[in-house]
């Protein structure tokens, strides 16, 4: 049961006192009956409440997949910088929805902003080993000696020892493009992956996550709500298992 004030606060209809005034006026209706008393408590799930007419359409959680571009930040908030946050429509902003991990602010592609705080331990924890796809694009000839060392594991700079990387070169040459596919997170992980062998990263995009692949569909900035069958994929994973 929630307050019928907190309720149409939290779905974007004003701050508590604008609230308390539309209560007043007399356009809050619930089961058809006016409701003027803010401290009325509702069941959303099970009561039709309605604001000048228009049923109210309860959202607890929300989970959206954005194509971040570059130059954004993955983060909730930041006085100097845009954040993925920034770019979410008001109405989705009201959830309080934030990013799962972080991507660099040059690196595009995919990221999940939730209020689900139980999907997002499980997405991020060591312990779930939960996939991370990337393409790059590689200053320097990437050779089948990456390819097997990046299975390996490599030592990064500061004498950490990663776990396998599965790595898929999809064009050779001066200038590679790969494909790679890790299940940790450290800190520009991928370039300094790239760094251990003598090569530099000059484009990354995440491109897949658990069993969610990035919507092609999706241009840079653009977001939008996962789909069910999306969501039985993570779940189907065991991503959302304590």
Same mark, same amino acid.
């Given at each position: 049961m929630l307050r019928i004030d907190k309720l149409l606060?939290?779905?974007?209809?004003?701050?508590? !006192?604008?609230?308390?005034? /539309? %209560?007043?006026s007399g356009a809050v209706k619930v089961d058809e009956a006016v409701v003027k008393d803010s401290k009325t408590k509702v069941d959303p799930n099970v009561q039709k409440v309605t604001v000048h007419g228009e049923e109210v359409v309860y959202q607890e959680t929300i989970y959206l997949m954005m194509n971040k571009p570059p130059g954004v930040i993955s983060a909730t908030e930041d006085h100097v910088q845009q954040t993925v946050i920034d770019l979410l429509e008001e109405k989705d902003r009201i959830l309080s929805p934030f990013p799962v991990g972080r991507?660099? !602010?040059?690196?595009?592609? /995919? %990221?999940?902003?939730?209020n689900d705080g139980q999907l997002s331990h499980s997405l991020l924890s060591p312990k779930k080993h939960v996939p991370k796809t990337y393409f790059a694009k590689i200053d320097g000839c990437v050779t089948e000696e990456d390819v097997d060392a990046f299975k390996q594991g490599v030592t990064l700079e500061d004498g950490y020892h990663t776990k396998p990387g599965d790595?898929?070169?999809?064009?050779?040459?001066?200038?590679?493009?790969?494909?790679?596919?890790?299940?940790?997170?450290?800190?520009?992980?991928?370039?300094?992956?790239?760094?251990?062998v003598g090569k530099k990263v000059t484009y990354l995009k995440r491109i897949r996550m658990g069993g969610l692949d990035l919507d092609k569909e999706l241009k840079l900035g653009e977001y939008r709500e996962l789909t069910e069958d999306e969501l039985n994929k993570l779940q189907d994973e065991k991503v959302f298992s304590g």
């Open positions: 606060a939290n779905m974007g209809f004003g701050s508590r !006192k604008e609230v308390k005034q /539309l %209560l007043k991507l660099d !602010k040059d690196t595009e592609g /995919l %990221l999940i902003l939730t790595l898929v070169i999809l064009q050779s040459g001066e200038h590679s493009e790969i494909r790679l596919t890790i299940t940790e997170g450290k800190f520009h992980q991928v370039k300094r992956m790239f760094e251990a």
